[in-house]
T-cell receptor, first 111, second 114 residues
Framework: GEDVEQSLFLSVREGDSSVINCTYT??????LYWYKQEPGAGLQLLTY?????DMKQDQRLTVLLNKKDKHLSLRIADTQTGDSAIYFC???????????FGTGTRLKVLA | NAGVTQTPKFQVLKTGQSMTLQCAQD?????MSWYRQDPGMGLRLIHY???????DQGEVPNGYNVSRSTTEDFPLRLLSAAPSQTSVYFC?????????????FGPGTRLLVL
């Protein structure tokens, strides 16, 4: 079946850029999402990108999509301690309402 | 708007007991869904609904039932709880209109089945 994979951990220093990577298997994915989950809370939708786009920028967040390699990345500029959280990548297949989530990347920002 | 609300926040059940996890949203979103989150496995879709009276199965539907009698409410029923259903359950709602997506998750219900 469809799968979304992410690395488990990322550690960066405050002020540096963070890049969180994700790969997906379903070539018919039409929307790709990034969520943030803080401890004890639900998921917060950060941003999403349509499959016909290569890049989307939203303030400190930049999403890059390489459709050929089925690779999605989230870059957080000027990473702050408040960015420490788990980040989930998710894909939505064309013609369905079924979201497939990755296992999440735990980002730790060191002061 | 209260967003997506879930009750209870925490529940302990014995094997074989039944219960209903409540989910409500006040944003008039058409799409609602239930996920479970287990360590190292991300979120897995249990059931979803695209409108009142319409529900469908997700990735892991066994042992769970849903109904959608109103746009606002989407309860999840565990008919006979099993230890394998120990998890954190999240409800979510979504609206897609004018090429713009809005999506919200509830705060979650932690369920422990003994």
């Amino acid at each position: 079946g469809e799968d979304v994979e992410q690395s488990l951990f990322l550690s960066v220093r405050e002020g540096d850029s963070s890049v969180i990577n994700c790969t997906y298997t379903d070539s018919s994915s039409t929307y790709l999402y990034w969520y943030k989950q803080e401890p004890g809370a639900g998921l917060q939708l950060l941003t999403y990108i349509f499959s016909n786009m290569d890049m989307k920028q939203d303030q400190r967040l930049t999403v890059l999509l390489n459709k050929k390699d089925k690779h999605l990345s989230l870059r957080i500029a000027d990473t702050q301690t408040g960015d420490s959280a788990i980040y989930f990548c998710a894909a939505l297949s064309s013609g369905t309402y079924k979201y497939i989530f990755g296992t999440g990347t735990r980002l730790k920002v060191l002061a | 708007n209260a967003g997506v609300t879930q009750t209870p926040k925490f529940q302990v059940l014995k094997t074989g007991q039944s219960m209903t996890l409540q989910c409500a949203q006040d944003m008039n979103h058409e799409y609602m869904s239930w996920y479970r989150q287990d360590p190292g496995m991300g979120l897995r879709l249990i059931h979803y609904s695209v409108g009142a009276g319409i529900t469908d199965q997700g990735e892991v539907p066994n042992g769970y039932n849903v109904s959608r009698s109103t746009t606002e409410d989407f309860p999840l029923r565990l008919l006979s709880a099993a230890p394998s259903q120990t998890s954190v359950y999240f409800c979510a709602s979504r609206r897609y209109r004018d090429s713009r997506e809005t999506q919200y998750f509830g705060p979650g219900t932690r369920l422990l089945v003994l």
